[in-house]
């Protein structure tokens, strides 16, 4: 890095704007297949929860501690087996990272459907099922999408990790920065993975005030 | 198997610079000092947003922007303004985003767990005499000790994880293993490198968990503050 570059070079820029759209559009890509899946696993998990309430410790302390190792160490772990630069290798430990979140927001919000409310659709003639779906989801909606929220602003920030293990959207422009002492993609990289992150927050903020909005005043923040 | 058994029994493992010891002792000074680093900042900042009420709102605006942060974007950005100051790779640009990232967690808890203290206690001790330092350091920062080391904890375990990410910026620390294994191509580093990392923080997590449920459970609440989530690393 020489003292008189600049830190950002738009000519640069310029010249490479579809490498970065690329990079953009791979990064948004593996965030919300990881979003995705680990919402499909975590609902799974939630429903058995709900119906089984001893296995809540166990699967949520599962949780935990996958959450608690540093992605980099998961992402590294997983390279002889499933190879460096696929995206299994680096969806595997992000769907990983979204469990716990979505987890416990599921459950919470299926938790903070009153007693009454439920008793009142089983005595309307609702089975457990109707009951489920018409009842119990919408009034957890607040929380869930709080919960999807969340995982889905920590999941932009780990996509740039897996840049280390060959993936990673944005995060390859910011390594390529770095590798070559050369600040600008780096920027690029750093600036757009943040302004990501604030996008889907405030986005699906805006979904979650449309899907409720007699929660509005106080929405339900994880 | 086998090629794991015989690259730890090479004994370079065991002695010299780039010895699993050595390694483990780098990552722990340097997680270690920028936690110091970060509680030093945050507790004095985060006591005062929460005993006088004011500046909450950039409270919050720290800790969301801390968690929508990416680790990796923020080690990067920096880089260069260290260099420019002319301190060079390795312990610096790692530290410096360290002591910033461990900032938020401790800030916000700190300043919750005070806010959060009963305002019938508050009065009370204003009632029988206490002068507002006396209030903020014998009753608001005892009852707010339980929040503050979930703080600390959630801190600490994002701290080692990120300080593994230091390796790239030429930093020492178990980072050292997973960044040089996966440039030499030697899954067995890799290996290595990413289960001593794990356990690292799986064992401080634990570790500083024990301690926070028995302050939790002094404290006479185990609800709160303890079960917040922070972000992934």
């Keep these: ?222 | 198997m086998n090629e794991l058994i015989a690259w730890l029994s090479d004994p370079a493992r065991w002695a010299g610079s780039d010895s699993i010891p050595v390694r483990l002792i780098e990552h722990l000074q340097l997680s270690g000092t920028a936690v110091l680093a970060a509680l030093l900042i945050a507790l004095p900042l985060g006591a005062l947003i929460g005993h006088t009420g004011r500046f909450t709102l950039l409270a919050v605006t720290i800790a969301n922007v801390g968690r929508a942060m990416p680790t990796l974007a923020l080690l990067v950005i920096l880089l260069p303004f260290i260099l420019r100051a002319g301190l060079g790779l390795g312990f610096w640009p790692t530290f410096v985003p360290l002591v910033l990232l461990g900032i938020p967690p401790i800030l916000v808890n700190t300043y919750v767990g005070i806010s959060q203290v009963d305002a019938d206690v508050r009065e009370a001790a204003r009632g029988v005499g206490m002068s507002g330092r006396q209030v903020l350091f014998g009753v608001e920062l005892p009852l707010a000790w339980p929040a503050i080391f979930a703080g600390l904890r959630t801190a600490s375990v994002q701290v080692i994880a990120t300080a593994t990410l230091g390796a790239l910026v030429a930093s020492g620390g178990l980072g050292r293993y997973i960044i040089d294994g996966i440039a030499l191509r030697e899954n067995e580093r890799i290996i290595v490198g990413a289960a001593l990392v794990a356990l690292f923080a799986l064992t401080v997590d634990r570790g500083l968990a024990l301690v926070e449920e028995r302050l939790a459970r002094r404290a006479g609440q185990s609800e709160g503050a303890a079960g917040a989530l922070r972000p992934a690393a």
């Design chain 1, 1 to 222: 890095m020489r003292e008189d570059e600049p830190l950002i070079e738009w000519e640069w820029i310029e010249r490479n704007a579809d490498q970065i759209l690329d990079r953009l559009i791979q990064h948004i890509g593996l965030t919300l297949i990881a979003v995705a899946a680990g919402f499909l696993i975590s609902f799974a998990l939630a429903l058995l929860i709900h119906r089984r309430r001893r296995l809540y410790g166990p699967l949520t302390g599962a949780a935990a501690t996958l959450y608690t190792i540093p992605s980099i160490a998961l992402f590294a772990a997983l390279t002889p087996i499933t190879g460096f630069g696929s995206i299994l290798t680096a969806e595997i430990a992000l769907i990983s990272y979204t469990l716990l979140i979505l987890l416990r927001n599921i459950v919470s919000g299926l938790d903070s459907v009153p007693a009454e409310v439920r008793e009142a659709a089983t005595a309307m003639g609702y089975s457990s099922w109707q009951r489920l779906w018409r009842v119990e989801l919408p009034l957890a909606l607040p929380l869930i999408v709080a919960g999807v929220r969340v995982a889905t602003v920590t999941t932009v920030g780990l996509v740039t990790v897996a840049a280390v293990i060959g993936q990673g959207g944005l995060g390859q422009l910011i390594l390529s920065g770095l590798r070559s002492f050369f600040t600008t993609p780096t920027y690029v990289g750093a600036f757009l993975s943040l302004s990501l992150a604030l996008a889907f927050d405030v986005g699906l903020l805006g979904l979650q005030r449309r899907l409720t909005p007699w929660s509005a005043p106080k929405s339900a923040n994880a």
